[in-house]
Nanobody
Framework: QVRLVESGGGSVQAGGSLRLSCTAN????????LGWFRQAPGKEREGVAA???????KYADSVKDRFTIFKDNARNTLYLQMNSLKPEDTGMYYC???????????????????WGQGTQVTVSS
């Protein structure tokens, strides 16, 4: 059974940085489509960044040039480096994955099959 576990969340001031990590049992990361999603209170879950098995990466417009998604296949770990954080980045961050390909336009759709429990990110002004 696939199990995804996020870590690295916390509280920072605007302009600060955080790095989120997501480790998995039961996945071979090199074969899967993986993504980071977030959900703020009262809002729908939204895609932040995703990477597929071919290495194609897609970012939400709101995080381009500030966030970087990357993975270490040897450690089966997915990362999200978040710089220049803003209060509007506050939310619960989830990693998610699927063992099949998806179209580039669908990489940020929050309908992946496996999800972690989430890690909280709070950015204060």
């Amino acid at each position: 059974q696939v199990r995804l576990v996020e870590s690295g969340g916390g509280s920072v001031q605007a302009g600060g940085s955080l790095r989120l990590s997501c480790t998995a049992n039961g996945y071979t990361y090199s074969r899967y489509c993986l993504g980071w999603f977030r959900q703020a209170p009262g809002k729908e879950r939204e895609g932040v960044a995703a990477i597929d098995s071919d290495g194609r990466i897609k970012y939400a417009d709101s995080v381009k040039d500030r966030f970087t998604i990357f993975k270490d296949n040897a450690r089966n770990t997915l990362y999200l480096q978040m710089n220049s954080l803003k209060p509007e980045d506050t939310g619960m961050y989830y990693c998610a994955g699927d063992p099949w390909a998806r179209g580039y336009s669908d990489l940020l759709r929050p309908d992946f099959g496996s999800w972690g429990q989430g890690t909280q990110v709070t950015v204060s002004s």
